[in-house]
């Protein structure tokens, strides 16, 4: 529905802010004005040196000279004048062409900088905000912000506000020549414009919601992609692919209709207009050839009015162009503008305080969260995890498991209560410093696309190969990396696509161990692979949380039941806190969970439970 806000036709507001896009290249812009305004004059001498060579040559004529400097300097001889026009014109012609492509280089070039910044701008903010907003808003949107949208701005700044100040400049010197040549026939040119201006409105009004429509259609055709791409090995799974070519038909059916109907507004705009004009230049060598036989006007003031008449309706038909560019402009800028003033709730303080040294302690201390109003996902939970210690957390899915997490990270900010670090409450610290001691493993093994050794350093320079390679090793990824013939060089494509899951997520602690945090997050990091790369991970696990203070949120209950603690999350509250075998003696909730896991384990007559299981 935001795809549909169009806004107003021109926002002085949102134009200033704009162009402050263009304060950086101000000296080009002014440049290439000043070559457009010299380019705008050029147009205009044409006509007069095909009057004068007219009047003075071909027709003789006693005319009051309208160059008179040239006057002076034409010879007298026909042929040599002719000639002296002749190259005086071509010159004209030339200069014209290098200022035209001058002025046009340089506003391509400018609007190209002014968005390149623009873009930047927009990713270097999107990455500040906070967790939450990605989650309200969808990522095809918020592309089409940097991607779509920015475009639009780029037609404005590299050919809409130059041309629109062009035509204003042709229409402002080809008025003020003709009515040097004739006032007369200048009125009798401007009588039909009343007639071209009703047209043009209605021109607009027929463009501007034909735009509308294109936009919402191409904005649903974007986000109908992006979730079909996305999704297609479902879609294939369940034989869907002939009600998605129906759905897509639909979309793109609307698309194409929207567009015939501003080829229809264009169709109809154009001749209208060239009819118009060809109407006018009718009067104008009637009324023209009338005066001329009353000897009141000259063959060439004639010829030159003739000339100007084309020159006059090519700007009313670019400016009535231009205003659907100005007011597509106007809605991407109202949208991109919006993001920008988007301003994150989670900031670090003014006055921050430095992480501690050494080991430190993570506590819990009344915590209360929502998401969404009182509709608490977290209910007064408390807890201490001492330095170096290796705790678990489990409970049913929704218990509050990776809020925990997302909360010590400040993804998000409590409620009521506190969450302290070292003693220090964790909206004290600057982000950045604050983040920098985590290392997180995800259910979802994230790869970017790159190398396997990009993937593991992720940009962080003080991260050697020696480093990476240890870290693969630590994590008994070393195995598959000597497989590969370019070893750590092997390209990753989108999100890793060629490796298996449970290769990703090897990747992915390699990636935390390299990092060599203080404090180790691993949420769900076993629960999508095969049993034998589990006993891999697990492996991995005993390596990467010693000397570590550690949570690890699991649902497998045999990857942590060598933790220090295991706190038992159920209904938004922390009900259990105990080892493994305190947690199975108290036959709570803990109990019914290792219970509902291993219940296909029969156990024979007069069988115990051999304490590797339990």
Known sequence: MEEEVLGK???????????????PYRAVVVTSL??????????????????????????????????????????????????????????????????????TYLMQWTGQRAMFDLRRQLVAHLQTLDVAYFDKN????????????????NDLFASGLVTIVGDILMLTFVIGAMLRLSPGMTGLMLAVMPVVVLVTIQFRRTASQSYRRIRVAIARINAYLQEHIAGIAVLQLFNREQKSKEEFEEINRAHMLAFKDSITAYGWFYPVVEFLGMLALG????????????????????????????????????????YNILQGAMAAS?????????????????????????????????????????????????????????????????????????????????????????????????????????????????????TLESNIRLGTESITREDVQHAAEQVNLSGLIEELPEGFETPVRERGNGFSTGQKQLVNFARALAHNPRILI??????????????????????????????????????????????VMHRAQLRESGTHQELLARRGIYWKLYQL??????????????????
């Open 522 to 567: 691993l949420d769900e990091a076993t629960s999508s692979v095969d049993t034998e790369t589990e006993l891999r991970v697990r492996d991995a696990l005993t390596r990467l949380v010693t000397n570590r203070t550690s949570l690890v949120i699991a649902h497998r209950l045999s990857t942590i039941q060598n933790a220090d603690r295991i706190l």
């Open 334 to 450: 109202e949208r991109i503008f919006k993001l920008l003033d988007t301003h994150p709730t989670i900031v670090s303080p003014d006055a921050t305080t430095p992480f501690p040294e050494g080991a430190v302690d993570v506590e819990f201390d009344h915590v209360w969260f929502a998401y969404n109003g009182e509709d608490w996902v977290l209910k007064d939970v408390s807890f201490h995890v001492a330095a170096g210690e290796n705790i678990a957390i489990v409970g049913h899915t929704g218990a509050g498991k990776t809020t925990l997490t997302n909360l010590l990270l400040r993804f998000y900010d409590v409620q009521r209560g506190a969450i302290r670090i070292g003693g220090v409450d964790v909206r004290q610290f600057d982000l950045r410093d604050l983040r920098r001691h985590f290392g997180v493993v995800l259910q979802d093994a994230y790869l970017f696309t790159g």
């Open 34 to 103: 000043a070559l457009l305004l010299i380019d705008s004059g050029l147009q205009i001498a044409g006509p007069l040196l095909t009057k004068l060579a007219i009047d003075r040559y071909l027709v003789p004529n006693n005319h009051v000279p309208i160059l008179p400097f040239l006057d002076k300097w034409l010879s007298h001889d026909a042929w040599i004048g002719l000639t002296q026009l002749s190259l005086l014109y071509l010159g004209v012609v030339v200069l014209g062409f290098f200022f035209d492509f001058g002025q």
């Open 283 to 322: 009067l104008l060598l009637a009324y023209g050839g009338f005066r001329i036989r009353q000897g009141a006007l000259t063959l060439g003031v004639l010829v030159a009015f003739f000339q100007y008449g084309l020159r006059f309706f090519r700007p009313i038909q670019d400016l009535s162009e231009k």
């Open 138 to 153: 969808p990522v095809g949107r918020l592309v089409t912000r940097v991607t779509t949208d920015v475009d639009v701005l």
């Open 9 to 23: 036709a021109y926002d002085s507001r949102l134009m200033k802010r704009l162009l402050t896009y263009m304060k």
């Open 597 to 614: 896991q291993y219940k296909e384990q029969e156990l024979e007559p007069g069988r115990e439970l051999a304490p590797q299981q339990l």
